[in-house]
């Protein structure tokens, strides 16, 4: 059964991505939302005990996060070079992951990751040479030398992506000990809905009241 359940678990994952990826080829409508509602009923069916799993509350609260508030930081940044706008993206995409996530993990391992934008603008470099890589690899075993130059790539790309991690770990306060009660983390998400009540709201109130509630919060 265990394996089985691991199976399920890595082909919900991909399954929710790929129904997000077939229906924007086919020009669908299609919202997020749905694949990442319906990828989890299928772990909760198979396992309820799911739910208490670290990684299944990460994983699918750092999708669900981007999922809202990364189109709201998108639509702030409107700088005309491509890298700066890749920097910008990039930092929209980790604060927006980090919103949900962030009181989990404070929970669960007592320390906040300060320089997290840093490390995570290193991941999305380096993931997708990382992922591309394996992909090939995987296609082109059966090549005798192209297989050994697609490793070596491989191989330089995980050592210099660790060296960097492992730099940015090692520079003063990287992490900062925070300890958070079960309550203080039911709160920390009642702000968080607030706010997402606030941020769907406010155009109602500024077109109700002619004022702009930034003190509504």
Aim: aromatic share 20%; hydrophobic share 55%; charged share 10%.
């Amino acid at each position: 059964i265990r394996p089985m359940f691991s199976f399920i678990k890595i082909f919900s994952f991909n399954f929710m991505f790929s129904m997000m990826l077939i229906f924007r080829e086919l020009g669908e409508k299609y919202r997020v939302e749905h694949a990442l509602f319906f990828s989890a009923t299928i772990l909760l069916l198979c396992n309820p005990n799911t739910l208490f799993d670290v990684g299944f509350q990460l994983s699918y609260l750092a999708v669900a996060s981007i999922t809202y508030f990364y189109p709201l930081f998108s639509k702030q940044i409107k700088l005309k070079s491509k890298i700066l706008k890749w920097f910008a993206q990039s930092i929209a995409l980790t604060v927006s992951a980090q919103i949900f996530t962030l009181p989990i993990v404070v929970y669960n391992f007592n320390q906040f990751p300060s320089f997290f934008v840093l490390s995570n603008i290193v991941v999305t470099f380096f993931a997708p040479i990382i992922f591309i890589g394996g992909i090939l690899l995987l296609a082109l075993s059966y090549l005798p030398y192209v297989n050994l130059f697609i490793g070596e790539i491989m191989n330089c790309a995980i050592t210099i992506f660790y060296k960097v991690i492992e730099f940015i770990v090692a520079l003063p306060y990287s992490t900062t000990n925070i300890y958070l009660s079960f309550i203080e983390v039911v709160l920390l998400y009642g702000i968080i809905f607030c706010v997402i009540n606030w941020i769907e709201l406010r155009d109602v109130f500024a077109e109700r009241f002619k004022v702009r509630l930034y003190l509504g919060l």
